[in-house]
């Protein structure tokens, strides 16, 4: 009997089993769509008062940095469940299995693209009756945007929990040091134009910040505006370099 493996056949068979408990038990999606929920009904309208611009050019604005937010945070604690793996030792069986490892990684982060897409769809729906408004060719390309961002960081997720094996205190510490200043520095929830020099500089080398430019110009159906083209290519290489260093790691783990 054979025992080759197809890389994309496992990586399918890895995904699906990760989607089983979502499926299952939707109620950890739905709690998840508690925290942009939050973002929107609170820091909204204190934005939209702040702003002379009408509400909806606000929200224009304003969602498409909160979808970005979702993806940020659900893929950046992913690696948690991971560690959890490991802890009660249902990582190290799935290590013996006749599996790729490289699919043991590709496709726990695929995994992750379900709720992102869902969520964020959610979301824009929810405030187009408040003046956002939504390009639908924009929007599905922005979802596939998003998926690509979160496939990489979603990797280096893993790669940390990994690295983090039996020390949960050092997963969650870099990933909190990490994700926060991430997000300040992408302009997600306010404008860095008025921001000190060195704060604009540290924004230049932050891929989340051209993701972020590129989903306000997509939702707003701007096609040809030169901030797509910097956002997936931030996205492409941030995926690129999760896999691989995650795809290394998974490797050598044991």
Excluded at 142 to 166: E, I, M
Excluded at 181 to 208: C, F, K, Q, T, Y
Excluded at 218 to 241: C, E, H, K, M, N
């Amino acid at each position: 009997m054979s025992t080759t493996t197809s890389p994309a056949r496992d990586t399918w068979n890895v995904a699906v089993r990760e989607l089983r408990p979502v499926v299952r038990d939707p109620f950890s999606l739905i709690f998840s769509l508690l925290q942009p929920i939050v973002f929107l009904g609170l820091f909204g309208p204190l934005l939209v008062g702040g702003s002379d611009q009408p509400a909806g050019e606000t929200l224009q604005w304003f969602v498409p940095g909160v979808l970005v937010m979702i993806a940020l945070f659900g893929v950046g604690v992913t690696g948690s469940n991971l560690l959890f793996e490991m802890q009660t030792g249902s990582h190290e069986r799935t290590l013996v299995a006749p599996l790729s490892r490289s699919s043991l990684l590709i496709g726990r982060a695929l995994k992750e693209m379900v709720p992102i897409i869902v969520q964020a769809a959610v979301i824009a729906l929810v405030t187009i009756p408040f003046g956002f408004t939504v390009n639908l060719a924009g929007m599905l390309v922005g979802l596939v945007l998003l998926s690509l961002f979160g496939l990489g960081f979603g990797a280096l997720s893993y790669t940390l929990a990994l690295a983090s094996r039996n020390r949960d205190w050092l997963f969650w510490g870099v990933q909190q040091a990490t994700i926060f200043p991430l997000m300040i520095l992408s302009g997600l929830l306010l404008p860095l134009d008025n921001g000190p020099e060195w704060m604009r500089v540290a924004a230049a080398l932050n891929p989340v910040r051209y993701v972020v430019d590129a989903e306000r110009a997509l939702f707003a159906g701007d096609f040809g505006s030169p901030s797509v083209l910097w956002g997936f290519a931030a996205a492409a290489i941030l995926a690129v370099v999760g896999l691989a260093v995650g795809i290394r790691a998974m490797k050598r783990s044991n």
